[in-house]
């Protein structure tokens, strides 16, 4: 609730457990809470749960069906943060509470009783603040309809099942209404959202790995209204096999690292909340000319080449960067060629920061907090000379260009590793930049220059997949926090990959710009 608005009283009921005639239970909802309390029990302590409307996802009232019992039921759907029997990690577990209302003889009187509960569950549920970075977060409408795009072929392929033995189920419980669109090619998503009337959807959602969500923002910003379009609230659930986005989500959001279904079912619950934030996006020139947007990573070097390499162990899930990641270190490659960036400004907080990392004038696309409908309704006060954001950079050389003076040129021409990021994780299990919030205005740049023995290469990534930062004192390893990067390969043959995709291989230029599109993300803590 914002300051000012009245503190709506609380509900209080005793009810018996559905499936349990016997059990009566004392219910009282207030403002943050759905307390349930055994009478019939003792102690009486030992009997009381809190549940937190923060981790409901829905609720609902109905009759069980026609007969003689004139009951009505209300069951309330909540995925709180636990630990599971025998296992120290703490991760979202289903918990449903299902009441039977039968004070009333009149089963319609019954069912009224029921849906007031309903109502109110949803409603304040509906209300529990987020606040990020000092500003409350805007929230998709309610309720609100959504295009599910799945891959089947994604990680081990099990992105279908995985969206009808979980997604499915919670989407309902939330009262979220969508379409489930199944991908059937290479560039689908792509060319879908090119064309497709987004006034029907109030989000689109991608089931699969990162390849899906790159593609659906580069066909969404390849559009003639991709002003608009790029302003439709995104959402990501993990099936795939790097799932990088989702576990930064799920990093974001303070929670412990969990994986596999597990982070399934937290990004399932982020994507329930329907809070939305802002996402950096990263222009990205090739030497061709060519234009493309990136949400998480610019690669170089051993993690482009094992990232492709890689594919043929797809059949073990996220497991494949481990094999392909020892199989590379065996033959260690060298890699020659330039790197120089931009450094972005020191001061990393408050409005001064945003204003210094915001991206130029052409690209502001006023996605402060408000509805999509909102947003597609109001009109852009500035438009930059083309339609299409490929126009170009006003503020960075072309890369036939040299740099400038405030430009950071690195010395060194042979390299291990050049990877630009926009988000903390580089896969499920590889937190490679601790540091990354998802709209900071930044890329985090890391490198490693050659010379490097392959037990301290082994050791950096064995502990990125441990969650813990690699040590600073690695005289190879470099980190920058930049604005935009610029890499020129030397050797004849390689691998550039972005968001994991293989791009042609060349000169290429990447720039950031700041809170560029929307994306669902229940909140979180950064």
Request: with cysteine; hydrophobic share 40%; glycine share 8%.
């Amino acid at each position: 609730m914002e300051q000012g608005d009245t503190v709506a009283p609380s509900l209080y009921g005793e009810f018996t457990v559905a499936g349990s005639r016997k059990l009566l239970c004392a219910v009282c909802l207030t403002d943050r809470d759905l307390i349930v309390q055994r009478l019939n029990s003792a102690p009486v302590a030992r009997h009381r749960v809190v549940f937190s409307l923060e981790d409901c996802v829905g609720c609902r009232a109905f009759r069980p069906g026609t007969g003689a019992d004139p009951a009505a039921y209300l069951a309330a759907y909540f995925y709180p943060l636990r630990r599971r029997w025998m296992c120290s990690r703490v991760s979202r577990q289903r918990v449903e509470q299902c009441f039977r209302l039968c004070s009333l003889q009149d089963p319609d009187a019954n069912l009224e009783e029921a849906k007031k509960w309903a109502r109110a569950i949803r409603e304040r549920s509906g209300c529990q603040p987020c606040v990020r970075d000092g500003v409350l977060m805007s929230q998709l409408p309610r309720p609100c309809r959504m295009m599910l795009l799945v891959n089947p072929q994604s990680g081990k392929g099990q992105a279908l099942t995985l969206y009808n033995n979980h997604i499915q189920r919670m989407l309902n419980e939330a009262g979220v209404s969508h379409t489930l669109v199944i991908t059937e090619r290479q560039n689908h998503a792509r060319e879908l959202v090119r064309e497709a009337d987004l006034s029907q959807w109030d989000a689109l959602v991608i089931m699969s790995g990162d390849g899906l969500l790159y593609e659906v923002i580069n066909g969404l910003l390849e559009r003639s209204d991709w002003e608009e379009a790029i302003g439709t609230p995104l959402g990501i659930l993990p099936g795939g096999s790097g799932n990088a986005l989702a576990a930064s989500l799920h990093h974001y959001s303070g929670a412990s690292p969990v994986f596999s279904k597990e982070l399934l079912v937290s990004c399932g619950f982020l994507l329930c909340r329907g809070l939305v934030s802002r996402m950096d996006l990263v222009s990205v020139q090739l030497g061709s000319g060519a234009r493309l947007f990136s949400f998480l990573s610019l690669a170089w070097g051993i993690v482009a080449d094992v990232d492709i390499e890689s594919e043929r162990y797809r059949h073990v899930g996220s497991a494949r960067f481990t094999v392909g990641m020892l199989v590379r270190l065996a033959s260690l490659r060298v890699y020659r060629g330039k790197l120089a960036y931009l450094p972005a400004e020191r001061t990393r907080s408050g409005r001064a920061c945003r204003e210094r990392c915001a991206p130029p004038a052409q690209y502001s696309l006023h996605n402060s907090c408000q509805s999509n409908n909102s947003l597609r309704a109001r009109r852009l006060e500035e438009r930059p000379p083309s339609h299409h954001p490929t126009a170009g950079h006003a503020d960075l050389p072309q890369l036939s260009e040299p740099l400038t003076p405030d430009w950071v040129v690195v010395p060194e021409k042979d390299f291990v590793l050049v990877l630009a990021m926009c988000h903390s994780h580089l896969a499920e299990d590889l937190l490679a930049a601790p540091s990354a919030a998802m709209d900071d205005g930044l890329i985090h740049l890391s490198y490693i220059r050659a010379g490097i023995s392959r037990s301290a290469l082994l050791k950096l990534f064995l502990a990125m997949e441990k969650g813990a930062y690699p040590d600073p004192s690695c005289p190879h390893l470099v980190h920058a926090t930049v604005r935009a990067v610029r890499l020129e390969p030397l050797s004849p043959k390689g691998i550039i990959t972005v968001d994991g995709e293989v791009v042609e291989y060349g000169p290429v230029q990447a720039q950031v710009h700041q809170g560029m599109a929307r994306l669902l993300t229940g909140g979180g803590a950064r």
